[in-house]
């Protein structure tokens, strides 16, 4: 059991039975009366977020999140299937992986968040290299790095670039943010 002191950002807490996950957090110490810790809550189920406020007495369920380390194996044309060290596998829904679906790479280690026997999410590694897929072609000495275009990636995710970036290269992907983070390699035939 968590005490509002144990507050702090990417905590998990229970409240009412769901578990959510603390984004950003505020610690208010007025001068007179009890201190005040203002939170902004993700619901991990689905999604949604919330505003709280809590005084220094209040007192919070840790939930019962399972992470288990798993391997993505392939997406079976509605759902994507992860498989652990004993071959068991376990299904996840488009919906419950978000964003995070168009990150995945072929036997990619993961840990699968599970809450009351239902997966809620997935942790991915923080970067991920995926190919360029579709944009517009760079200009030769053209390395403005504050000048975006957008290129597609494989998967259909759209991000956005720089300038010299080419169809066919390898980027690095934040998966946190999914925004371009660097260039891995440059396409062979460029």
Known sequence: MYSASDLRKGLRIEIDGVPYII??????????????YNCKLKNLINGSTLNKSYRSNDKFD????????????????TNYVFIDDNYEQLEITPGVLGNSRFFLNED????????????????????????????????????????????????????????????????????????YSDRARVARNA
């Open 23 to 36: 984004t950003e957090f505020n610690f208010v110490k007025p001068g007179k009366g009890a201190s005040i």
């Open 62 to 77: 840790e939930p019962r999140i399972e992470d288990r380390k798993m391997r993505y194996s392939y997406n079976d044309g």
């Open 108 to 179: 990619m280690p993961v840990d699968v968040l599970i809450f009351n026997g239902q997966a809620i999410g997935v942790d991915l590694p923080t970067f991920v290299e995926k190919a360029i897929i579709e944009t517009e072609p760079g200009a030769r000495g053209n390395t403005a790095t504050n000048v975006l275009k957008p290129a597609t990636i494989e998967g259909g995710y759209e991000i956005h670039v720089p300038l010299f970036i080419n169809q066919g290269d390898i980027v690095k992907i934040d998966t946190r943010t999914g925004e």
